[in-house]
């Protein structure tokens, strides 16, 4: 069969087919009428269709190539420009509502007193989180510290002492930021925005540490004259801690008396001073016809303490009544009648009855021996001062958060608080000193002995005192330099 043959017979069928259609759904008469508007119809379709294809195409060409003045009228369809942007890989802009902070920022609201800071080192084999915890930051607050920075560093390769200074808001306490010094010449910036995003940054730049010293007059007291000429309160409590038992600075001051004081302070690399890291250096006082000229130095030991200018460390006194309380003497020492055994027992110690909670204070520089649970006497402290002098703590209603046997404390530190664990009736602070292994009156005076700096560590607290104060020398002939005028902007 032919090719038009086979078109002749198409034709013919598709004419029986029409007819039949017509014919089913009655309107044979008007096959003409049917035939027309079917053929408008379809080219109304076509014209339709090509315009839409046409349209397409010139929106894509206008948002990729065309210039402002492209003679072509742009055409607006969103949909057409976000499928554009996403094969350009291109991120849509939005336009940001809360500008970048950074560490200056922080730092200015702390001068404004809307936020505050706390500073902390990290501790020997603590984790980088369990750090974040002990700062006290919120779950949610630690995670994101730790995926953003850890997207920096790894957060494993922080040493031992990497000093961290945490933003904190001033109203409620919610973490703003933190910054941790890496070297002398940088540290990361982790900002939270308002929104509680995370961001961190490499920034140059470390906390720097400055001494500053002070000349005064005192005028009533030692405390309120020092802080009057404005040395931090910390550092006055620093030198009144460690000298007060050696030196009468509370009492025995007088008008006209004078005053030298030497502290280092840190400052960030944006100019804030980090308080918390004030450290009192070297203090001289001159009261009446007498003079003390005391230098901080770090013995090979690792223990700070202050010495004169010929390396002696002066003689402490023990503390009678290590308790923050004007406790009630409820026991002395010696033999008494058990109120709980109700029979003669000798008492080891005195009890000193104060409210539960109440702070205790090391009774004098030295290292916790003991730290727990210890029989009668409850939850227990022992501290060893000297060779053959240790003070005992007993019915402790806890201990202070991060001491353990080990821990080094100084004269006036907290280290427990007062209860009555173990046996007894109440709470109150059992207080035992030990010399030579056996227990003796705490409320006679005991001398923790002094120490001399000799040879080539004598040479070295020297060079290092002189490196402190240029006046050393003079302090070793034991003249105190004249005090300068005080000037307005030291009020
Ligand atoms: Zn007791």
Redesign the pocket.
């Known amino acids: 069969m032919s090719l038009t043959n086979r078109i002749r017979k198409a034709s013919q069928q598709s004419k029986i087919f029409r007819y039949k259609t017509y014919k089913k759904i009655g309107c044979v008469g008007h096959r003409k009428s049917v035939d027309r508007i079917i053929m408008s119809l379809m080219i109304v379709l076509l014209i339709v269709g090509a315009f839409f294809i046409i349209k397409r195409d010139t929106s894509t060409v206008d948002s990729l190539n065309c210039s402002p003045d492209c003679p072509i009228e742009p055409v607006i369809n969103e949909e057409a420009q976000e499928i554009v942007h996403s094969d350009l890989g291109d991120e849509t802009v939005i336009e940001e509502e809360n500008p970048e902070l950074s560490i200056n920022d922080l730092e200015d609201r702390v001068r404004k007193q809307t936020a505050k800071i706390k500073t902390l080192s990290l501790n020997k084999n603590e984790s980088f989180a369990s750090f974040l915890a002990r700062a006290n930051l919120a779950k949610p607050n630690q995670t994101g510290v730790l995926e953003t920075l850890g997207a920096l560093i790894d957060v494993k390769s922080l040493k031992k002492g990497t000093t961290v200074i945490f933003f904190f808001d001033k109203k409620n306490d919610s973490f703003l930021g933190l910054s941790v010094s890496l070297s002398h010449e940088e540290y990361i910036a982790v900002i939270k925005n308002e929104n509680g995003e995370f961001s961190a940054s490499f920034q140059e730049g470390a906390p720097e540490t400055k001494n500053k010293r002070v000349v005064g007059k005192i005028e009533r007291t030692f405390s309120g004259s020092a802080q009057k000429y404005g040395v931090p309160k910390r550092v006055v409590d620093q030198i009144l801690n460690a000298l007060g038992s050696e030196i009468n600075l509370r009492n025995g001051v007088r008008k006209g008396d004078k005053f030298e004081i030497i502290y280092s302070q840190k400052i960030t690399p944006g100019g804030l001073e980090i308080d918390s890291q004030n450290q009192a250096l070297y203090v001289g006082i001159k009261m009446g016809s007498k003079e003390y000229h005391r230098y901080l130095y770090t013995d090979k030991s690792g223990t700070p303490a202050f010495y004169n200018p010929f390396g002696q460390r002066g003689q402490r006194t023990l503390e009678k009544r290590p308790v923050k309380a004007v406790p009630r003497l409820s026991?002395p020492f010696g033999w008494r009648v058990h109120p709980v055994l109700m029979y003669r027992i000798f008492?080891?110690?005195?009890?000193l009855a104060c409210p539960r909670g109440t702070p205790v204070y090391a009774g004098g520089d030295g290292t916790i021996v003991h730290l727990g649970r210890k029989g009668a006497y409850g939850k227990y402290i022992k501290i060893k001062h000297a060779p053959g002098l240790e003070t005992a703590y007993?019915?402790l209603n806890g201990y202070k958060a991060g001491l353990k046997a080990g821990s080094r404390v100084k004269q006036g530190d907290i280290i427990a608080y007062v209860g009555s664990t173990g046996r007894a009736t109440g709470p109150?602070l059992?207080y035992e000193v030990w010399k030579n292994g056996k227990t003796t009156n705490p409320f006679q005076t005991h001398v923790i002995s002094g120490k001399q700096l000799t040879g080539f560590e004598l040479e070295q607290f020297q060079s290092f005192a002189e490196s402190i104060n240029p006046d050393f020398q003079k302090h070793l002939l034991g003249k105190f330099p004249p005090i300068p005028p005080m000037r307005p902007n030291n009020i």
């Open positions: 026991s008492h080891s110690g005195v009890d007993g019915h109150h059992h």
